[in-house]
């Protein structure tokens, strides 16, 4: 993934010879000349780096800073704080709006390429220790959530390889192996009450349940290394008839990575024991993917694809926990009444 610089400086002959140092370094570099257009941009472009100058004709440099890292989507971004004629009371400043440095003179070339390296290894080290925190919660997670600790890693690992049999490129191969892992990291704020309830929700309780996509989204948006999965993480619930949620995309608005994501999830949770039901051998769990797909909530298309994938491969292809259950506790479950078994098919 391409490293990208944005430089906000009103002057335009100092941002060019910035653009042209730092491209020479195989950095991709965008340039914005107001505060303004650097909080727009920051939004849509995600920068890994921001060098800030702090006169700008809209507004002072601080107050750029502040306002990127009221947004929890910037907090991790570096930003480095250019001051034209410092004092230290600048830098005290600087580090309170929350910028990583501060530049009280303009630094040579060697300088400046050497600062903004280490901040970068020092972001990437950071991004790298935080997704394994992240991971260790999503785990933490599938405990409570009655599955065996490793649906994440399965739904991972499988909807990778349903992608590479869709011939998905490289970039949504990479955000199905994250969005795989980290997709239902925002049910760390549902009570395990909920989470592990045999039965049905009830209103309340499922819209307790309906937030985990966003929150799941706002955990991981900070992080660079799980940017591209964001949308897989905040779309995975939705519905191809727009009855999903958070958003209510239809049809196209859904993209295809997240439709593929959301049928390897589905089947992986069908095929699991959860506590509200056993689980479904692999051809049943097929069955209730074409049933959701007739709704018009999942792509049949993909569901098809997908059933050809797995059909004949369970032996290569993990599917499910399969624990099975004794007796007594399929007399518990209701395992015989096959309407109990479906009743929350969502994973
Ligand atoms: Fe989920």
Known sequence: MAVTVMVVNADPRSSADWKAL??????DVIVARTGEAALSLCTSVRPDLVLLYDLLPDMHGLEVCRRLKADPRNRLTPVILHASAADRSDATSAVNAGAADFWGHAPSPWEA?????????????????????LLS?????EARDSFDGSHCARVSNNAVR???????????????RIGGLFHDIGKIGIPEAILSKAGPLDFEESKIMTEHPVVGEQICAPLKSLRHALPLIRHHHERLDGSGYPDGLHGDQIPLAVRALQIVDICDALTSDRSYRLNLPLPSALMVLYEEADRGWLDGELVSQFASLVVGSEGSIALGNRRG???????????SNPARRLNRSGA
């Open 137 to 141: 919660l999503t785990q933490s997670i």
């Open 22 to 27: 730092l491209s020479d370094q195989g950095y």
């Open 113 to 133: 390429l050497s600062r903004l390296h280490s901040l970068l290894h020092l972001q990437t080290y950071i991004d790298e220790q935080a997704e394994s925190v």
């Open 325 to 335: 259950l004794g007796a007594p506790e399929m007399a518990k479950w209701g395992a």
């Open 162 to 176: 349903f992608g590479k049999s869709l011939g998905l490129g490289r970039n949504d191969l990479e955000a199905l």
